[in-house]
């Protein structure tokens, strides 16, 4: 998985659900994060399946976060969108055959890197709570 357009929207969806705090309509949600209407629907059907969001039908209907924002984290609304994140093909792609001799493979140096490099963006993304990102100092600045 690469961070996409999508996710980079996924992320700042639930931002602005977060930094509002009341149940908004998926207008609202489009106007204020600059996502055009038809993508914000698609990807707050997809956070909505996953839990993040909870959708309201109706005349006062609209979406509100599922759970506090110091419960959901960056790498969570990133995986529900995108899958697990891998920064190789080869930690990703199940049947990926690598251009390399099979032999080669097994002793390849650079899937231990790129591993070992996945598991830091991981955890450093599960870090960041979208209640840590409402408060004035964001995390990384």
């Known amino acids: 998985m690469h961070i996409t357009l999508e996710s980079d929207y996924a992320v700042r ?6 930094e509002h705090g009341t149940r908004m309509d998926a207008a609202a949600i489009a106007e204020a994060t600059g996502v055009t209407l038809r993508f914000s629907l698609k990807i707050l059907r ?21 759970r506090s924002p110091a419960e959901i984290s960056m790498n969570e609304v990133i995986e529900q969108v995108e899958g697990p994140y891998a920064l190789s ?12 001799n099979k ?3 097994v002793h390849c140096k650079f899937v231990h890197i790129y591993a070992e490099v996945t598991e830091m963006v991981r955890k450093k993304l599960e870090s960041i709570s979208f ?10 600045e």
């Open 13 to 18: 969806i639930v931002y602005c659900l977060a």
């Open 46 to 66: 997809n956070l909505a399946s996953g839990g993040i969001v909870r959708s309201f039908k109706g005349t006062k209907g609209g979406y509100e976060l599922a």
């Open 89 to 100: 093909r080869c930690l990703s792609q199940e049947g990926y055959d690598c251009n390399r």
């Open 103 to 105: 032999d080669a493979c």
């Open 131 to 140: 209640a840590d990102l409402l408060e004035e100092d964001c995390p990384g």
